[in-house]
């Protein structure tokens, strides 16, 4: 099948609950869709406001820490990320790398610290799971608690040459020693094995947990092969038509876990041809890229909401100049949609109990999206705890 950029941007907001608000009740539906990344903490709530219509902070403060039907923990390119209870082998036993290529594939920029080390990626994890069971038993702490306890129990374990270089500056992560560097790359690998998740905020921090304990139970079980392959669909749904190339990008893992993972759906895949380019559909997500829901309204967009993570990027804003400045290294702007068009780019900053929101144009706006935008803008208040929001808006 075609299919022009401008049908795959409305799939893809449409994949995305973006195009049009779901109803109130839709938590889950909305968190299973792609998982909702938690960078900083608090960003997967604006990104259900965003998708959810009439929701309130504490809906989803008690499906996080009350009936715990949201789960949270490391998932996606190693980032912590919100998701249903219900479906989160697919965003952990669905990623979860099984040999030593694909585990230092995850790692990163972990790789560096355990060459100097003298440590296998296996070893690191087996270590990093064993103890954390330890440590988080009966208990949860901060990150950085966790981090220094972590390896400092590990360190006792190790011997002469190999302890030194453990307990030696962190060449990646500056004020960290190398096994805290470490410990702090290997326990997303450990929350993909369910051991660790993210627990209860208290004063503001995140704190880490046991996933048995914070739960009452262990996660749902489920077969590898079963979430691989549905991780792959929920993918497509968000994000096809598409490629495995891009599937180990999105999901942070090495190209040959990603093909892997692609096998197990490859009968169900349909070719389409996009601007030029072949992608892949799935054939269940066929009928909504034909003719996919029209996107209406305003939304803010947070710089790590899961649609500004596609990886073909001229999808969304065609020109290089646009890409560099919404995609930077460090300090990314948040996106502002209108109808489904990249509107402008924006920044908050909060004083008190009051929000100054600055918006720059990518592109002309009539006063009808100028009124939907500063709605859009107040019913921000409440998820920034605030009690008002001003919008300015400027030209490029």
């Known amino acids: 099948m075609r299919a022009s950029r401008e049908q795959v941007l409305a799939f893809r907001l449409d994949g995305h609950h973006l195009a049009r608000r779901l109803p109130r009740g839709s938590l889950l539906q909305t968190a299973g869709a792609c998982g909702l990344q938690d960078t900083p903490p608090g960003s997967a709530l604006l990104g259900m406001h965003a998708r959810v219509s ?32 219900r479906d989160a082998s697919v965003f952990t036993l669905g990623l979860l790398p099984d040999d030593e290529e694909s585990l230092r594939a995850f790692l990163g920029g972990g790789v560096i610290p355990l060459d100097v080390v ?26 950085d608690e966790l981090g220094v306890e972590l390896s400092e129990r590990i360190a006792r374990e190790l011997k002469g040459k ?27 690998v450990v929350a993909l094995q ?4 993210v627990g209860p905020r208290r004063g503001g921090a995140v704190r880490y947990a046991r996933t048995d304990q914070w739960l009452g ?3 749902p079980k489920a077969r590898r092969e079963t979430a691989e392959a549905e991780l792959v669909r929920r993918y497509l749904a968000c994000y096809g038509p598409s490629t ?16 892997h993972a692609w096998k197990r759906v490859a009968k169900e895949l349909i070719p389409a041809d996009i601007d030029g380019r072949t992608a892949w559909v799935h054939r269940g997500d066929q009928a909504r890229l034909g003719s996919p829901n029209v996107p209406q309204g305003v939304r803010f967009l947070l710089p790590h909401d899961p649609f500004l993570q596609l990886r073909d990027r001229t999808t969304l804003a065609p020109e290089r100049a646009l890409q560099r400045r919404i995609w930077r290294a460090i300090g990314n702007p948040g996106v502002v949609l209108a109808e489904g068009r990249l509107m402008g780019l924006w920044r908050p900053a909060k004083s008190g109990k009051r929000l ?13 999206v100028r009124t ?8 921000l208040a409440p998820w920034r705890g605030v009690s008002t929001v001003e919008v300015k808006v400027t030209s490029e």
């Open 54 to 85: 009439g929701l309130t902070p504490d809906d989803v403060t008690r499906a996080l820490e009350n009936a715990k039907t949201l789960f949270a923990t490391w998932s996606l390119r190693g980032a912590p990320h919100v998701m249903p209870t």
């Open 118 to 143: 003298g440590m296998t990626a296996a070893e690191l994890v087996a270590r990093t799971g064993e103890v954390s069971r330890q440590v988080l038993d009966g208990r949860d702490v901060t990150k």
């Open 162 to 188: 190999q302890r030194a270089r453990w307990r030696a500056p962190s060449i990646v992560v500056r004020g960290q020693t190398m096994g805290e560097s470490l410990v702090r790359f290997a326990i997303s």
């Open 194 to 197: 369910g051991v660790v998740c």
């Open 217 to 219: 139970k262990a996660l």
């Open 244 to 259: 495995s190339e891009e599937l180990a990008q999105w999901a942070g893992i090495g190209l040959a876990q990603a093909e």
């Open 356 to 368: 100054r929101i600055s918006v720059e144009l990518v592109a002309p706006m009539t006063r009808e």
């Open 372 to 379: 939907h935008l500063e709605v859009e803008a107040a019913a």
